[in-house]
């Protein structure tokens, strides 16, 4: 996600609103280390502005981008705590999901995403808040939760990107997780995997869905009740699948 144009600095000396226009444009080039270096001047200058607020957040995207990822969740706790824009504090609790839903802090992502969806437009990125929120949510087990927002997804943003995912996990037909091994358009395929992970003592099924418009033969492995469990299975199902995945 990019800093937000145009800058809400009116009450900034001109060189101090060209500095973070600066950061920006360089965000955007990819040069973060030159954009955070602007930001960090910026900043010195001027700490605890409202204004301030578009370089902490802008300095944290160059973080996240640099691998810093808890110096940049600092920076976005400091962007919430200045901001006054809608737009923007909309923008830096989803960017706080994000860290956090990728860090496995699901509870902590479902809050952040929340309040993100308080605030933004029904238009991009929001189509990728409603979708990693419903994952997040689904994961703690909240899943009628989650299905509202694939639902809202679907309905304001069809041909998003995130669709035919979202229309898979709001279609699942559990309360629960299984490990996916494999996607077969030929049953027989589908057969074979199963009669293998059958040998090895996992409790493997196959079933028919639909994938792209197209028939497909999939095949799972187990039932769990929690995403943690999913996961620890799906290390010893590696051993078989080495891409195998949990889901929804």
């Not at 699901?106 to 991009?124: K, N, S, V």
């Not at 995130?162 to 229309?167: G, I, K, L, Q």
């Not at 799972?220 to 996961?231: F, K, M, P, Q, R």
Request: hydrophobic letters at 40%; aromatic letters at 8%; one cysteine or more.
């Amino acid at each position: 996600m990019c800093l937000l144009l145009p800058i809400g600095c009116a009450t900034l000396p001109d060189h101090a609103r060209h500095r973070l226009l600066d950061g920006d444009r360089l965000y955007r080039e990819k040069n973060y280390a030159a954009a955070e270096a602007t930001a960090n001047v910026f900043l010195r200058e001027f700490p605890d502005r409202p204004e301030s607020a578009e370089a902490y957040y802008l300095r944290a995207l160059c973080r996240v981008q640099m691998g810093q990822r808890i110096t940049a969740e600092g920076d976005l706790d400091r962007c919430l705590s200045l901001s006054r824009r809608d737009d923007l504090t909309a923008r830096a609790h989803a960017a706080l999901g994000g860290l956090a839903f990728d860090s496995g802090r699901f509870t902590d992502a479902i809050t952040h995403f929340g309040a993100a969806l308080e605030r933004i437009e029904e238009r991009p990125p929001a189509d990728e808040i409603h979708y990693r929120y419903g994952v997040a949510l689904q994961r703690e087990g909240r899943w009628d939760e989650a299905r509202k927002q694939f639902s809202a997804l679907m309905h304001h943003f069809p041909g998003s990107r995130y669709e035919d995912d979202a229309r898979r996990r709001f279609s699942w037909p559990i309360k629960g997780f299984s490990v996916q091994c494999g996607a077969f358009r030929e049953a027989a395929s589908a057969d074979a995997l199963v009669r293998k992970l059958r040998g090895a003592s996992l409790e493997a099924r196959r079933a028919a869905e639909s994938r792209g418009g197209r028939p497909m033969h999939v095949v799972y492995v187990g039932s769990y009740a929690s995403y943690a469990a999913a996961d620890e299975a799906l290390k010893r199902i590696k051993a078989q699948v080495s891409d195998a995945i949990v889901v929804p």
